[in-house]
C-alpha cells in the first residue's frame, strides 16, 4: 500500500512546534505571529511589540528563535502562506470552526472581527493617512475606484456616492478584458482609488501600469497587498477583512468607504450640498413625490 503524502508544515505548525522552546516573552510574540497575522503584516517590529506588550528586541529575537532570518523573512513566509488563497469553502470552513453553529455565537464572532477592524482605523497613524487620502480624492479632477468580486460592489457604491457629492467618479469594477474600456478614461490629474487584496491579480498589475503612465496617484485599500506593491501605491490604507484565511468581512472596508464620503463632503460643503440638491430636483422630475422630500435647506 503507497505511503500518503505528507503535507509540508503550515506556518501554524511551524511556530507552534518551536513555541514550548521559548522564552514566555517570545511565546506571548510567537502566539501574536498565529493569533494577528495581519497585525504581523501590516505592522513594524515596534508596533507589533505596544500590540503585544513586549519590547521591539523581543519580537525580532523570536522571529529568529522560530527559524527565520529576521521579521521580514518571517512575514514574506507568511505573506506566501496567506497568498496561496484558499477556497470560499476552505475559508468558510476555518470560520464555522472559531465560530459554532449557534446563531448567536456567529452574531458575536462578526462583532468581534468588525471591533477589531474598528481598532485599527481608530489609530493615529491611519488617520494621518486618510486625511492625505482624502486631500488627494478631493483635489483630482477625476476619481476612479477599483474593485472586483465583492470588493466591485463597494467600488461602485463609493463611485454613486462620490458622484452625487459632486465629485466625478467612475468605478472600474469588472474583470477581465472588460476592464480595458474603463481604463481608457484615467489620464493625467486623476487618481486611483483601489480597493484589491493579494494574490496580485492580472487586473491589479494592468491598472497600475495604466495609472504610472499618467502619473496618476493610487491609493490602496488592503490588508495584505502593500507589503507587494508598496513601491506602486502613494498611500496604503490597511482596512482589515477579519482573520487570514477566513471568511472576509468587508464591515470595515465600508466604515472607511462611508468616512470618504462623509469627510469629502465636508471638504466641499456648498458644491456637495448643491449636487444634492440637483440630484432631488431631477428625482422631482421624474416623480413628482419626490418633490416633497429633497434635502434640507441651508441658513
Not at 492625505?132 to 463611485?159: K, N, Q, T
Request: charge should be neutral.
Amino acid at each position: 500500500m503507497a505511503e500518503k503524502t505528507q503535507k509540508p508544515p503550515t506556518f501554524d505548525d511551524r511556530v507552534l512546534g518551536l513555541i514550548e522552546t521559548l522564552a514566555p516573552a517570545e511565546q506571548r510574540i510567537a502566539r501574536f505571529f498565529v493569533d494577528q497575522k495581519q497585525a504581523a503584516l501590516l505592522n513594524s517590529a515596534a508596533q507589533i511589540a505596544q500590540l503585544a506588550g513586549t519590547s521591539d528586541a523581543t519580537v525580532v529575537r523570536t522571529a529568529r528563535a522560530l527559524g527565520f532570518e529576521s521579521l521580514s523573512t518571517l512575514r514574506a513566509a507568511l505573506l506566501t502562506e496567506l497568498t496561496g488563497t484558499p477556497s470560499p469553502g476552505t475559508r468558510m470552513e476555518r470560520t464555522l470552526a472559531q465560530t459554532g453553529s449557534q446563531a448567536g455565537d456567529a452574531l458575536r464572532h462578526v462583532i468581534g472581527m468588525h471591533e477589531q477592524a474598528l481598532d485599527v482605523l481608530r489609530r493615529e497613524e491611519f488617520a494621518a493617512s486618510f486625511e492625505r487620502c482624502v486631500d488627494s480624492l478631493a483635489s483630482a479632477a477625476r476619481r476612479h475606484v477599483f474593485g472586483i468580486g465583492p470588493s466591485g460592489a463597494i467600488a461602485d457604491y463609493a463611485s454613486l456616492q462620490f458622484n452625487r457629492i459632486g465629485l466625478p467618479t467612475n468605478a472600474l469594477s469588472v474583470s477581465g478584458i472588460a476592464l480595458a474600456d474603463r481604463l481608457l478614461s484615467i489620464g493625467k490629474g486623476d487618481v486611483v482609488l483601489m480597493i484589491a487584496y493579494a494574490p496580485l491579480y492580472r487586473e491589479v498589475e494592468v491598472l497600475l501600469q495604466q495609472a504610472g503612465k499618467h502619473d496618476v496617484p493610487v491609493i490602496l485599500v488592503s490588508d495584505d497587498l502593500g507589503l507587494l506593491i508598496a513601491d506602486k501605491v502613494t498611500e496604503v490604507l490597511p482596512a482589515p477583512r477579519g482573520n487570514a484565511g477566513h471568511l472576509a468581512m468587508h464591515g470595515g472596508t465600508m466604515v472607511l468607504i462611508e468616512a470618504l464620503i462623509v469627510a469629502l463632503a465636508a471638504k466641499g460643503k456648498d458644491a456637495a450640498i448643491d449636487s444634492l440638491d440637483q440630484l432631488s430636483q431631477l428625482r422631482g422630475a421624474i416623480d413628482k413625490a419626490w418633490n416633497k422630500r429633497g434635502t434640507r435647506k441651508r441658513k
